[in-house]
């Protein structure tokens, strides 16, 4: 048995300072408030799907690491997530990206008192959902639209198509059966869907100044769209690079146990879990008094 915290080994102390907030209903957010104890307060907008959700935990940590606090982290993500319409995978169903509960508590307008940073990725799972690429454009661009009113420094990632193209059909096809059961798109066309999309997404990131990035070929795997584990760490700085206060950009770190665990662990907002409605007051965890987490 422990007799003091200064005790324990220092996963578990700092263990001690995540605190999940309260589920009860009534909580209402509370923005950012600039203090002279608080002179450099960051906001921080993550929306995407698997790729950021495989690598959360090392995103935020690295988040919550730099110096600008407080620190507000508002994320939309989930495996398979669309950015238009409900999708469901393995039972979990959540809402579309530019209609979840994230834009209601995000403020409505930016301040130059707080930095805001959004990082738009993952946008390609609407092409398997048969969304053409003009309709997901138009999706993505209403959330800039929205984070342009924060005056948010804005990163988006196009699709990996040169790694698209490299892939086997037999591959192409165990992945669609896989990862998008039901879903009935060929090689050929999910290349020239994701062509036309990257062309649309080029131009929302100069029509809103968004830094674009062009994933590596080499950041990935079997299945051509998902960052393998051991790169991941170095595709995510080279994402993150604008974000970063020195001009070479630092590997990720990846969370100890427990803290990775603690931050799988959390709900969103809202969601659907085999058809039963979930809801969760946010933020669904705060660090001390300058940290919290937001998910939707």
């Known amino acids: 048995m422990l007799s003091n915290l200064?005790?324990?080994?220092?996963?578990?102390?700092?263990?001690?300072?995540?605190?999940?907030?309260?589920?009860?209903?009534?909580?209402?957010y509370s923005p950012i408030m600039t203090t002279p104890t608080a002179p450099n307060p960051q906001r921080i907008v993550l929306l995407g799907a698997?790729?950021?959700?495989?690598?959360?935990?090392?995103?935020?940590?690295?988040?919550?690491?730099?110096?600008?606090?407080?620190?507000?982290?508002?994320?939309?993500?989930?495996?398979?997530?669309?950015?238009?319409?409900?999708?469901?995978?393995?039972?979990?169903?959540?809402?579309?990206?530019?209609s979840c509960k994230?834009?209601?508590?995000?403020?409505?307008?930016?301040?130059?008192?707080?930095?805001?940073?959004?990082?738009?990725?993952?946008?390609g799972n609407d092409i398997v959902y048969g969304f053409p690429p003009d309709t997901i454009a138009e999706w993505v661009e209403r959330c800039l639209q929205k984070l342009s009113e924060l005056n948010a420094e804005l990163i988006i990632t196009l699709l990996p198509v040169e790694s698209v193209e490299r892939l086997p059909s037999w591959r192409f096809e165990v992945a669609r059966r896989l990862l998008f059961p039901g879903k009935k798109l060929s090689l050929a066309q999910a290349i020239d869907q994701a062509r036309r999309l990257?062309?649309?997404?080029?131009?929302?990131?100069?029509?809103?100044?968004?830094?674009?990035?062009?994933?590596?070929?080499?950041?990935?795997?079997?299945?051509?769209?998902h960052i393998r584990r051991r790169v991941e760490s170095s595709a995510w700085a080279a994402i993150l690079?604008?974000?970063?206060?020195?001009?070479?950009?630092?590997?990720?770190?990846?969370?100890?146990?427990?803290?990775?665990?603690?931050?799988?662990?959390?709900?969103?907002?809202h969601r659907r879990l085999f058809g039963f409605e979930q809801q969760r007051t946010q933020p669904s965890l705060c660090i001390g008094q300058e940290t919290s987490l937001r998910l939707y």
């Not at 508002?74 to 997530?81: I, K, N, Q, T």
């Not at 994230?102 to 990082?119: C, I």
């Not at 146990?257 to 799988?264: A, C, L, T, V």
């Open 50 to 98: 698997s790729n950021l959700t495989r690598s959360f935990p090392m995103v935020f940590e690295h988040l919550r690491s730099t110096p600008q606090k407080p620190l507000e982290v508002f994320a939309a993500l989930g495996h398979g997530r669309s950015y238009g319409t409900w999708s469901t995978v393995f039972g979990r169903s959540l809402p579309g990206i530019k």
């Open 241 to 269: 690079s604008d974000w970063n206060d020195t001009e070479i950009p630092r590997p990720l770190t990846k969370p100890g146990m427990w803290r990775y665990f603690r931050y799988r662990s959390l709900r969103p907002a």
């Open 6 to 28: 200064s005790d324990a080994p220092n996963e578990i102390r700092e263990l001690a300072d995540l605190q999940p907030t309260s589920p009860q209903s009534g909580l209402s």
């Open 198 to 225: 990257n062309d649309a997404v080029r131009r929302l990131g100069e029509q809103w100044n968004a830094t674009v990035i062009a994933p590596q070929t080499e950041w990935y795997g079997f299945d051509s769209i």
């Open 102 to 123: 994230l834009w209601d508590d995000l403020p409505e307008s930016g301040t130059s008192a707080v930095t805001t940073r959004a990082l738009l990725t993952d946008i």
